[in-house]
């Protein structure tokens, strides 16, 4: 064993074994399960409460059934050190347990993609709800994406309404000729809006038609444009100084 490795295994055990009855590794992992908690915290600036590696954007939760202790963990560590995961009474193998940590990111995106649509209609102006946004719900209901005039619509409701989301977690499709066509259509400031809701490919697509992509805005930075920001009369400096923009 190295010496990093060595140095890694301590860190480890400082953090699981006081919350465990067995002292030593691995037995005391035997004790730890995966909880089914999933907590996205947007962007992948956490640290895993067992390795301390940090870069973690995703934290699912472990457990002790003996001491009761809990630690935010990565999907990693639950991989690499075994930590016993069930669906029911039934124990997962390891690969059905990588299978179903991905689920459980899935479903959570689906939910909060999902509220926010819901938001979305329900803050539409003068509590008409739009075709688009209509369309819109329906056709994520069905198919778990948006076409890009669809995101548009929604992002600019989320975004006027001022109602937080998270636009990576929505997925835009391009799998037809007319989607693309949107996408190489839309004015730049929707290109905003949904900019960060793109796949690489559809970036790259965007990008070769003149579209650059827009600073990432941040929690109350993303009630308006980057341009309406300038507009305003705010600089770089001052959007990064309030947390506004990263």
Not at 40 to 55: R, S, V, Y
Not at 83 to 88: A, K, P
Not at 165 to 180: C, L, N
Request: net charge neutral.
């Amino acid at each position: 064993m190295t010496t990093r490795d060595m140095r890694y295994n301590s860190k480890v055990a400082d953090n699981i074994l006081p919350l465990s009855v067995e002292q030593t590794l691995p037995e005391a992992f035997k004790e730890w399960e995966v909880t089914g908690e999933l907590i996205d915290h947007e962007h992948a600036d956490e640290h895993c409460q067992l390795c301390d590696n940090e870069g973690l954007r995703y934290h699912f939760g472990i457990e002790n059934h003996l001491t009761d202790g809990h630690l935010w963990v990565g999907s990693q560590c639950i991989l690499r050190f075994g930590i016993t995961m069930y669906e029911g009474l039934r124990e997962l193998s390891a690969s059905e347990i990588r299978t179903a940590l991905k689920e459980l990111v899935r479903r959570q995106r689906r939910v909060h993609c999902l509220k926010a649509l819901e938001r979305a209609m329900s803050a539409d102006a003068a509590g008409k709800v739009t075709a688009s946004l209509r369309d819109a719900l329906s056709y994520f209901k069905r198919h778990e994406c948006l076409t890009p005039g669809q995101a548009s619509a929604v992002f600019e409701r989320l975004r006027l309404g001022k109602i937080p989301h998270e636009p990576r977690w929505f997925k835009i499709t391009t799998a037809g000729a007319s989607q693309w066509l949107e996408l190489a259509r839309m004015p730049v400031e929707n290109v905003d809006d949904i900019w960060f809701a793109l796949s690489p490919d559809q970036r790259k697509f965007a990008s070769r038609r003149g579209y650059t992509a827009p600073p990432e805005l941040l929690g109350a930075g993303k009630w308006y444009t980057y341009r309406e920001w300038l507009a305003a009369g705010w600089s770089d400096a001052q959007l990064r100084a309030e947390g506004l923009m990263r």
